[in-house]
């Protein structure tokens, strides 16, 4: 496994990774975050998250685990966020960052570069952003994906939570036949908290930050008692629904959620979750898409 960044690299060594490499492009925002975390709090995690899975790909990289060749890029640090310019923020429009995309992506492709993935650290980004993946496809002989890194989180603890419930009820069934109590197995990763998931400025977030950057992350977080009526843009009417209320954002104080319970171990769990799905996702990405000679 060769992982180089683009901007450490010569043109020539940009060139040459071209044939076989993995194009990674992290993008997040510049945004508010409540009153704890910084405006750069989407670009740093998906950086994070991009930086642990390449590391994990590396530690795995032997002769019987292939592991692709990857170029990582620059992260993106501006994305679409005008709902969030009653507080402060940095934004592009939807047709702005689908063009900045657009050429981005068609850079790659006259350096030779035929795969590539946009790993997205923002919610404000994830339509622009598929969009610009399906357009790029179209009009170039290449694959893209993209995803953004929440998502993935899911993936690993489908895959781990059952192994963990095999062993677990092994050992709590004995456990429980010497107590006369029921064996209980907790779920792993976000547990009882999935909902909150990736919420915005809230537990999951604040945790996250709270692994990666504590040194940014202010250490006044004040309860936040729950907003009648509550916002549509987090929990819809109805599955399946996306609703926005003028004005919503603003009203609930720029947070879907209360970040008083964050904790930096479930911040550095979900980080590792989360960077394992993305490490896993590469994979999967080259095995379907390895050019053959």
């Known amino acids: 496994m060769t992982h180089r960044n683009l901007t450490e690299a010569t043109w020539r060594e940009t060139r040459a990774a071209a044939g076989d490499?993995?194009?990674?492009?992290?993008?997040?925002s510049q945004e508010q975050h409540a009153g704890h975390l910084p405006m750069g709090t989407d670009t740093m995690l998906a950086d994070a998250v991009v930086g642990r899975a390449l590391d994990l790909l590396a530690e795995e990289a032997g002769p019987d685990t292939p592991v692709p060749d990857l170029v990582r890029l620059p992260t993106l640090p501006y994305g679409h966020?005008?709902?969030?310019?009653?507080?402060?923020?940095?934004?592009?429009?939807?047709?702005?960052?689908?063009?900045?995309?657009?050429?981005?992506?068609?850079?790659?492709?006259?350096?030779?570069?035929?795969?590539?993935?946009?790993?997205?650290?923002?919610?404000?980004?994830?339509?622009?952003?598929?969009?610009a993946v399906k357009r790029f496809a179209l009009r170039a002989e290449?694959?893209?994906?993209?995803?953004?890194?929440?998502?993935?989180?899911?993936?690993?603890?489908?895959?781990?939570?059952?192994?963990?419930?095999?062993?677990?009820?092994?050992e709590d069934a004995a456990g429980a036949a010497s107590n006369g109590s029921d064996a209980a197995v907790a779920p792993c990763g976000a547990g009882d908290r999935a909902g909150l998931v990736p919420g915005h400025a809230g537990w999951f977030e604040t945790s996250l930050m709270l692994a990666a950057h504590p040194e940014l992350v202010r250490a006044e977080r004040p309860a936040q008692p729950p907003v009648e009526p509550p916002p549509l843009f987090d929990k819809p009417p109805y599955p399946g629904l996306t609703v926005e209320r003028h004005g919503e954002w603003e009203r609930v104080g720029g947070a879907t959620d209360d970040a008083a319970g964050a904790d930096a171990r479930d911040g550095a769990r979900l980080l590792d979750r989360c960077a394992r799905g993305l490490a896993r996702a590469l994979l999967a990405f080259d095995a379907a898409t390895r050019p053959t000679a």
């Open 21 to 28: 490499a993995i194009a990674v492009l992290p993008i997040g």
């Open 81 to 131: 966020s005008p709902h969030h310019l009653f507080a402060a923020a940095l934004t592009l429009s939807a047709p702005v960052l689908g063009t900045v995309l657009d050429e981005l992506l068609d850079s790659l492709a006259e350096c030779g570069y035929g795969r590539v993935l946009v790993v997205n650290g923002h919610g404000g980004n994830d339509e622009i952003v598929r969009l």
């Open 142 to 170: 290449v694959t893209a994906a993209t995803c953004s890194y929440w998502t993935l989180l899911d993936t690993v603890e489908t895959e781990e939570a059952t192994v963990e419930t095999e062993e677990a009820t092994v």
